[in-house]
């Protein structure tokens, strides 16, 4: 079992940077496939960036691609999200996720582990 706790969110500026952290309890941090969703108020939860193991493979939501960076460091057991030249639609709850399985995956119902987010506001 894996326990996330995310950290890092706030506000911030447009075309300004934030990069949150998930640290994870457990001894098997670099078994799990990591990623990274969010969720904007009145929508639902979407996927961002995800990450494999050994993190050799990383995968973005075009909405993403060019300005977020996913990364992982097994050795401290933490996920990484950096997040540049935000946009106001950036605006969400964070959360990180854990999937046990080799393949990278892009949904949720396959991630079995949460953390309880980070909330990111983007001011115009």
């Known amino acids: 079992q894996v326990q996330l706790v995310e950290s890092g969110g706030g506000l911030v500026q447009a075309g300004g940077s934030l990069r949150l952290s998930c640290a994870a309890s457990?001894?098997?941090?670099?078994?799990?496939?990591l990623g990274w969703f969010r969720q904007a108020p009145g929508k639902e939860r979407e996927f961002v960036a995800a990450?494999?193991?050994?993190?050799?493979?990383?995968y973005y939501a075009d909405s993403v691609k060019g300005r977020f960076t996913i990364s992982r460091d097994n050795a401290k057991n933490t996920v990484y999200l950096q997040m540049n030249t935000l946009k106001p639609e950036d605006t969400a709850v964070y959360y990180c996720?854990?999937?046990?399985?080799?393949?990278?995956?892009?949904?949720?119902?396959?991630?079995?582990?949460w953390g309880q987010g980070t909330q990111v506001t983007v001011s115009a």
């Open positions: 996720a854990a999937d046990d399985h080799s393949l990278v995956r892009t949904s949720t119902p396959h991630y079995e582990y």
């Open positions: 457990g001894r098997t941090f670099s078994s799990y496939g």
């Open positions: 990450i494999s193991r050994s993190g050799g493979t990383t």
